[in-house]
């Protein structure tokens, strides 16, 4: 998500102590792949990387208008017309730091090429060991991703359970843009809605807490989660 995918990296601040949902049993606690412990435990980040693709064509939405004349967003974006994003949440291994690194790209998809090119920013953002937990999608594995995996070395790739996006953090970070930053919004192309993406994404390292929302919004268990101070400045 760095260098060549052009990731925007940020830092959050030490770690909180972890909410998440209570009355029942997470579905796959304790059998995740890349478990958060185990990147702890091996001193290495850990690193959560997902995937969406906003479109141009507007998420429409309840809102304010004069009674009996809503709003009625116009817009002549093709079907599959789209920014296609890429996002990851990290955990630092000692201070457990939570940083936001994410790319765009408005002409392509994320196929497993320009994922292995943006793992391979990201490691130059997150020193010594890397942990990172990808979901069984085909741009997360095959011949060019096991390659970019033989070079380099420092990456370690685990595998989230299947049908399991309540165990990644960053699925929250889509709903909330598409939703909630983007939602009405008409833009006047792909180029533009990229760069709403990207200053929608970006100004959300000014919202403190953000990332460790992310994190209590899913049910993956914050890894040593013994700290005492709850309110984390949010990265990008």
Same mark, same amino acid.
Not at 96 to 107: E, H, I, M
């Given at each position: 998500?760095?260098?060549?995918?052009?990731?925007?990296?940020?830092?959050?601040?030490?770690?909180?102590?972890?909410?998440?949902?209570?009355?029942?049993?997470?579905?796959?606690?304790?059998?995740?792949?890349?478990?958060?412990?185990?990147?702890?435990?091996?001193?290495?980040? +850990?690193? +959560?990387?997902?995937?969406?693709?906003?479109?141009?064509?507007?998420?429409?939405?309840?809102?304010?208008?004069?009674?009996?004349?809503?709003?009625?967003?116009?817009?002549?974006?093709?079907?599959?017309?789209?920014?296609?994003?890429?996002?990851?949440?990290?955990?630092?291994?000692?201070?457990?730091?939570?940083?936001?690194?994410?790319?765009?790209?408005?002409?392509?998809?994320? &196929?497993?090429?320009?994922?292995?090119?943006?793992?391979?920013?990201?490691?130059?953002?997150?020193?010594?060991?890397?942990?990172?937990?990808?979901?069984?999608?085909?741009?997360? &594995?095959?011949?060019?991703?096991?390659?970019?995996?033989?070079?380099?070395?420092?990456?370690?790739?685990?595998?989230?359970?299947?049908?399991?996006?309540?165990?990644?953090?960053?699925?929250?970070?889509?709903?909330?843009?598409?939703?909630?930053? +983007?939602?009405?919004?008409?833009?006047?192309?792909?180029?533009?809605?990229?760069?709403?993406?990207?200053?929608?994404?970006?100004?959300?390292?000014?919202?403190?807490?953000? +990332?460790?929302?992310?994190?209590?919004?899913?049910?993956?268990?914050?890894?040593?989660?013994?700290?005492?101070?709850?309110?984390?400045?949010?990265?990008?």
């Amino acid at each position: 998500m760095a260098g060549e995918a052009g990731v925007q990296p940020p830092e959050a601040g030490p770690a909180g102590e972890g909410a998440g949902p209570r009355g029942r049993r997470r579905p796959g606690a304790g059998r995740v792949a890349g478990d958060p412990k185990k990147g702890a435990a091996e001193n290495a980040h +850990l690193v +959560l990387i997902d995937e969406a693709g906003p479109f141009l064509n507007p998420l429409v939405r309840r809102a304010w208008a004069p009674a009996g004349r809503p709003p009625v967003p116009e817009a002549g974006g093709r079907h599959r017309d789209k920014v296609s994003a890429i996002g990851a949440v990290t955990v630092s291994p000692v201070a457990g730091r939570l940083g936001f690194y994410f790319a765009t790209d408005p002409a392509d998809f994320f &196929n497993a090429g320009r994922v292995a090119g943006a793992l391979r920013g990201l490691l130059r953002h997150l020193r010594g060991r890397v942990i990172a937990v990808r979901d069984g999608g085909s741009n997360h &594995n095959g011949p060019v991703v096991r390659e970019f995996l033989r070079r380099s070395r420092r990456p370690w790739l685990g595998r989230r359970p299947a049908y399991a996006p309540e165990l990644n953090p960053v699925e929250a970070a889509w709903p909330w843009l598409k939703y909630g930053a +983007l939602a009405n919004f008409v833009p006047a192309g792909v180029e533009d809605l990229d760069g709403w993406v990207l200053d929608a994404l970006v100004g959300r390292k000014h919202e403190p807490g953000l +990332l460790r929302r992310l994190w209590d919004g899913s049910e993956l268990p914050f890894p040593g989660a013994t700290a005492t101070n709850p309110g984390l400045p949010a990265g990008q």
